[in-house]
Structure formats: structure tokens, C-alpha cells
């Protein structure tokens, strides 16, 4: 007997040892390991100054989580000429102090945001697998899935009303405008496609003529909203929600994106075609995590520090 299974129970406890060192490192390690990106992106009208955009996404922010607010805070010391905030800034329905506490500092700049399904809606414990099942059965959020039953309302109205008086244009379903020295900048953003909050039709007509640039901003990088920012003629689409996949597999990438956007542009820049125009697509991978699955893995939480420059 001992001769018979020896080999496959140290296998078998191989593995396992594997499998907790992995874990303890993707939520003791990883999730914790807040980084900046930098990426530069040729888009603005020739002669036009470059402008330093920071990003920031997916907070999720959870009550004691004291690291991350002190890394948020300090990321005010970029100096950005603005903010975007990409929604999914709750991960608790007490964390609405702690999330204005963390960005209090970035709240001194001119900025824009929109919401994400996790700022109005608490969190559901789920089995992680469903995200690999609804990828093949093309089903993502409320997107073909039953509208939720007893969800848990977040207490967003309060960090909506302290975005607004620090200065942040609301972009949900709408177009807002900053003035920035010798710039002039629009925004055109969308509420949360991933729960089917998106209404383009009050925003659709593309860019603002008589702005220096116009940006589109939504949530969750939907195809459907990709697709009318670019046929629409939008050269700059910004957005979040995929946590870059979360855990992905070295060498290979993301797993899900949790929306019907390809796994190859779940985080990063890329590009979008759709009407016979082509767009620039940034999707922050986030810096948080949902408060029931605490881990990241070959995916660090970040911001990102996005300068745009003038097309060649």
C-alpha cells in the first residue's frame, strides 16, 4: 500500500501547498501591491499641449483598509492637470467616508466620474467559477441574466453629493465640460452597462465641435457602448470594471473580463473599430477587489497616469 499511493499523496500534498502559497500571496501579497502605470497616448490635435489624465478605477473600497487609503491620497502628488474616476468605488456600505477620506486629496484637481454597479449595489458572495460559465453562455451582469432579487443599496448619493461640491462633473448618461489652462476639454459618459443603465441615445451626436477634445467615459467597457463612442467618431474611450481579470495566467493573460470585451484588451490601451472609425481604448485594471474575492494574481491594483500628446 505504502509503495502503491506514496507517490500520488506527495503529489497530492504538493499541489495543495502550492495551491495555499499561491492563494496567501495573491490576497496577502498582490492585492496589496499598489502600482502606477504610465501610458502615453498620441491622440489631441496637432499643436495642441500635452495634459496629464489620472485614472483611477475600482477602488472597492472596504472599512479598515488603511494601506490603499494612503496610497490613493498620496497619489495626489502627481499633480494631474485631472482626474478620472472610473467607478466601483464601494466595496461596503459603510465605506462611503473612507472612499472621500482616500480621495480627498485628488478631489483638489478638476476631475470627472461615473458609477459602477458596486457603487449602488452591495456585494454578493458568488462562486468564482459562474464567471467562467456566463463567458460561455455569453451572459455578464444584468446582460442577459435575471434582474437581482434583494440586492443590498449603497448610501451612494452622499459620495455623489461630495464629488459635486468638490468640483467633479457627473457623467451619468450625460456631457460635461473642464477648463483647464489654454484647454478646454468635453466628456461624454454612460451610466453602468453592466447593469444596464447605459442610455447612449441621450448622449449620441459624437464630439463636441467646439471643444479642443472630447472623451468618452463608462464603467464597464460593454461592446455596444464601445462600438456607438466610436462610430460616433470618439478617439479616446476610457473605462474600468474588468480588474484586468483578475487573476490571470502568465504568458497567457486574462481569463474573463466580466463583459463581452475580448480577454486580449481587458486591461491597458488598445484600439476599437466600429462605424469605420477607429478609437483608443484605456481600461484601468483597477486597484481593489471585491470584498468576497480579496485576491489578485499576475494582475497588481493600480492607477494610471495617462499623458495625452499630440497626434504625429
Known amino acids: 500500500m505504502r509503495a502503491r499511493y506514496g507517490i500520488p499523496l506527495k503529489i497530492t500534498a504538493g499541489l495543495t501547498a502550492t495551491a495555499a502559497a499561491g492563494l496567501v500571496y495573491a490576497a496577502g501579497f498582490e492585492a496589496r501591491s499598489f502600482r502606477l502605470r504610465r501610458v502615453t497616448i ?17 477602488i472597492h473600497m472596504v472599512s ?33 467616508p473612507e472612499v472621500l477620506d482616500a480621495l480627498g486629496p485628488l478631489m483638489e484637481f478638476p476631475g470627472v466620474y461615473v458609477f459602477g454597479s458596486n457603487d449602488y449595489y452591495g456585494p454578493k458572495l458568488r ?21 437581482a432579487v434583494g440586492a443590498v443599496h449603497n448610501p451612494w448619493e452622499g459620495m455623489r453629493d461630495a464629488f459635486d461640491a468638490a468640483g467633479w462633473v457627473d457623467l451619468t448618461n450625460t456631457r460635461g465640460r473642464l477648463k483647464l489652462s489654454g484647454a478646454e476639454l468635453a466628456f461624454t459618459g454612460l451610466d ?17 465641435p467646439d471643444a479642443d477634445f472630447t472623451v468618452g467615459v463608462v464603467h464597464a467597457p460593454y461592446l455596444r457602448s464601445l462600438d456607438a463612442f466610436t462610430a460616433d467618431g470618439y478617439e479616446l474611450v476610457l473605462a474600468g470594471h474588468t480588474h484586468g481579470g483578475q487573476l490571470r495566467v502568465p504568458l497567457y493573460g486574462a ?17 476599437h473599430t466600429a462605424g469605420g472609425h477607429t478609437s483608443y481604448l484605456h481600461v484601468s485594471a483597477g486597484c481593489g477587489t471585491n470584498r468576497y474575492t480579496p485576491v489578485r494574481f499576475a494582475c497588481p491594483p493600480e492607477a494610471t497616469l495617462l499623458t495625452l500628446t499630440a497626434r504625429p
Not at 489631441?44 to 483611477?56: C, E, I, N, T, Y
Not at 453602468?192 to 463636441?208: F, L, M, N, S, T
Not at 474573463?256 to 486591461?267: I, P, Q, S
Open 64 to 96: 479598515g483598509q488603511r494601506k490603499k487609503r494612503a496610497w490613493l491620497q498620496s497619489l495626489a502628488g502627481l499633480r494631474p492637470d485631472f482626474v478620472v474616476n472610473t467607478g466601483d468605488n464601494l466595496s461596503d456600505t459603510e465605506a462611503v
Open 192 to 208: 453602468d452597462p453592466h447593469i444596464k443603465r447605459d442610455r447612449y441615445e441621450r448622449v449620441a451626436g459624437g464630439p463636441d
Open 255 to 271: 481569463l474573463v473580463t466580466n463583459c463581452d470585451l475580448d480577454t486580449d484588451r481587458a486591461r491597458g490601451l488598445s484600439t
Open 127 to 147: 462562486n468564482p467559477a459562474r464567471y467562467l460559465l456566463e463567458k460561455a453562455q455569453g451572459r455578464h451582469g444584468l446582460n442577459g441574466n435575471k434582474p
Open 42 to 58: 498620441p491622440v489631441l490635435p496637432r499643436g495642441m499641449g500635452d495634459l496629464r489624465v489620472l485614472q483611477v478605477s475600482d
